[in-house]
């Protein structure tokens, strides 16, 4: 390993990080993070801080899970890599397979496809929803209806049914025939909304004008967070999945559940979906699939629509594929990733944790006039919203939320910024005093206003 003074010189050289500029990087390298214990990382200077992002919403067994790094280890031994892309399989993806399949049973979920990440899963959702439609019979079916505030991932498909304009300007045209409808997101709406269950409705009567609109035999899927992460944890009433779910069986539209962060337990339950007691027709699951230890994706699909694929001719082969399919380290990761889920049983320690992060974030905005809005409630995803006017809702500027993060930091908490959200979705394995130690932090970060 190269001594710190080389990383530091060399951080922004040649390396360009994601979702920023180059030239911000040069001027103010990222920090560099160079080991994790438990739920905390520590950088290359000494400074070390409870990671209450969790990775990127994915560590949810901490950096210390012994049982799945050793998994790791023992397959890189045994097999490090063959492609199931050359009509070949692997014993450790045959038992992932049935391990990721186990877990989603109460989802009804049947069939799985690995992917190498989220935005692969959603690309493969996508295609498949066509795909499906055509077997049937119905090749009209190409649209997709999505939601405003909506992430799944930066591929060409991901990004075209991406509800945030920062993730699509400078990549159109994306995608034809991919239409939005609001968020659920009672703070900031179109129709200045506070009731949940209203805006519920209101936004199910609008997807009924849409598809109305477009043609129900043009439509072949609606792809939703069932909590939206990376545009600020906005939580839905309750009614809102099962009402999405409705209007998608009332039209022959499929319902893909992107899970890719509210599976695995994030949500207090074992799926996003399941927490509002929906069943998807198919499901993109990566990062708590793994705990983010090794890159892995899954796209999961219904009996129902396992069946059309696997009784049809040819063309039901499925061309989507990777260099990574069924990876068999990864896949290894997968069986021990849920194994040690299931055993340490992170759904319950998200619910009760994630109620304590929640309310200790209430508490902070009824102390700091800058929090605007605090959402989450629901297992271990909490978003605060800064704002430099209640009154107006004006967003926080900048270099104020940089301020913040710094100061958090400095405090011995890692939170993320989304644009001027604060967004926290720590380890689930994570104890009351070290959430307590995130709101002491963030309490003195906000301070730093
Ligand atoms: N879908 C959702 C809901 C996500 O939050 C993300 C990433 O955060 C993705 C898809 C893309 O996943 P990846 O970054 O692994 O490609």
């Known amino acids: 390993m190269k001594d710190d003074n080389f990383l530091k010189e060399n951080n922004a050289r040649h390396l ?6 180059p030239g911000d990087a040069q001027e103010t390298p990222p920090r560099v993070i160079s080991s994790a214990s438990g739920v905390s990382i520590t950088d290359i200077d000494g400074q070390t801080a409870i990671d209450a992002v969790g990775g990127l919403w994915c560590v949810n067994l901490g950096y210390s899970n012994e049982v799945v790094k050793q998994a790791i280890s023992d397959q890189l031994q045994q097999l490090p890599y063959y492609s199931a892309f050359t009509g070949t399989s692997n014993p450790a993806a045959i038992e992932a397979s049935h391990a990721v399949r186990e877990f ?6 049947e069939r799985v496809f690995f992917t190498s990440g989220g935005s692969d899963s959603v690309d493969v959702a996508l295609r498949l929803a066509r795909q499906y439609h055509r077997l049937r019979g119905e090749p009209t079916r190409t649209k997709f209806l999505s939601l405003k505030k909506g992430y799944h991932g930066t591929h060409f498909g991901g990004a075209s049914v991406n509800g945030n304009p920062r993730f699509r300007h400078a990549y159109e045209p994306l995608l034809p025939g991919c239409f939005h409808l609001p968020a659920p997101y009672t703070y900031r709406n179109p129709f200045n909304e506070t009731d949940p269950a209203t805006l519920a409705d209101r936004i199910a009567a609008m ?3 849409e598809i109305a609109f477009q043609g129900a035999d043009t439509i072949a899927a609606l792809i939703v967070e069932p909590i939206q992460g990376a545009g600020g944890v906005i939580v839905p009433d309750a009614s809102f999945m099962p009402k999405m779910r409705e209007v998608c069986d009332r039209h022959g539209i499929l319902l893909i559940s992107d899970e890719v962060i509210t599976g695995f337990g994030r949500t207090g339950d074992w799926s996003g979906a399941r927490h509002w007691g929906v069943q998807p027709d198919m499901m993109t699951c990566a990062k708590g699939i793994t705990s983010g230890y090794f890159p892995v994706g899954a796209t999961l699909v219904n009996g129902k629509v396992a069946e059309v694929f696997e009784t049809a001719d040819a063309d039901g082969a499925i061309y989507s594929g990777y260099t990574y399919s ?3 380290v990864g896949a290894a990761a997968v069986v021990a990733t849920l194994a040690e889920t299931t055993r340490l049983d992170l759904a ?5 944790r994630g109620t304590q992060l929640h309310e200790g974030c209430l508490r902070l905005k009824d102390k700091h ?3 605007g809005d605090v959402r989450g409630g629901h297992g271990l995803m909490t978003g605060v919203e800064l704002v430099s006017d209640r009154g107006t809702k004006a967003p926080m500027d900048g270099a104020t939320m940089k301020r913040i993060h710094q100061a958090t930091w400095d405090a011995g908490a890692m939170v993320r910024l989304g644009m001027h959200n604060i967004l926290m979705s720590p380890p689930l394995t994570i104890t009351e005093a070290e959430v307590d130690a995130i709101l002491t932090a963030l309490d003195v970060g906000l301070s730093a206003a």
């Open 16 to 21: 360009w990080h994601p979702m920023g500029h």
């Open 104 to 109: 989603f049973a109460e989802d009804a979920m």
């Open 207 to 209: 997807a009924e004008d």
């Open 326 to 328: 069924a990876h068999p």
């Open 348 to 352: 319950a320690n998200a619910a009760a």
């Open 369 to 371: 006039d800058i929090v």
